[in-house]
Nanobody
Framework: VQLQASGGGLVQPGGSLKLSCRAS????????MGWYRQAPGKQRELVAG????????HYEDSVKGRFTLLREYAQNTVHLQMNSLKPEDTAVYYC?????????WGQGTLVTVSS
């Protein structure tokens, strides 16, 4: 699976951004998709993930109530809507897709939250 990520950029604290991750295959052939992030000097962490054919959605505690995964399956795409952004959300964000036992990664997209 090839993943095309987009939507990063510079935003002020309190602002919003929407990241998009588009898969190169029929999304129904994918088990799960979501986003990790890696801030400078820190390990990569799971931000949010969902099951394609199901309802469970996971959010990391620090983003609950601020970030939302949105499904646009007609475009084989999952979005990450990020609201009320904080400086500590600054990181490179990576989307992933699990297809069977294989995990694919998109290219990172930089999100910078700064005034």
């Amino acid at each position: 699976v090839q993943l095309q990520a987009s939507g990063g950029g510079l935003v002020q604290p309190g602002g919003s951004l929407k990241l998009s991750c588009r898969a190169s295959v029929d999304i129904w052939s994918i088990n799960g998709m979501g986003w990790y992030r890696q801030a400078p000097g820190k390990q990569r962490e799971l931000v949010a993930g969902l099951v394609i054919a199901g309802s469970p959605t996971h959010y990391e505690d620090s983003v609950k109530g601020r970030f939302t995964l949105l499904r646009e399956y007609a475009q084989n795409t999952v979005h990450l809507q990020m609201n009320s952004l904080k400086p500590e959300d600054t990181a490179v964000y990576y989307c992933y897709a699990d297809q069977g036992k294989n995990r694919s990664w998109g290219q990172g997209t930089l999100v910078t939250v700064s005034s």
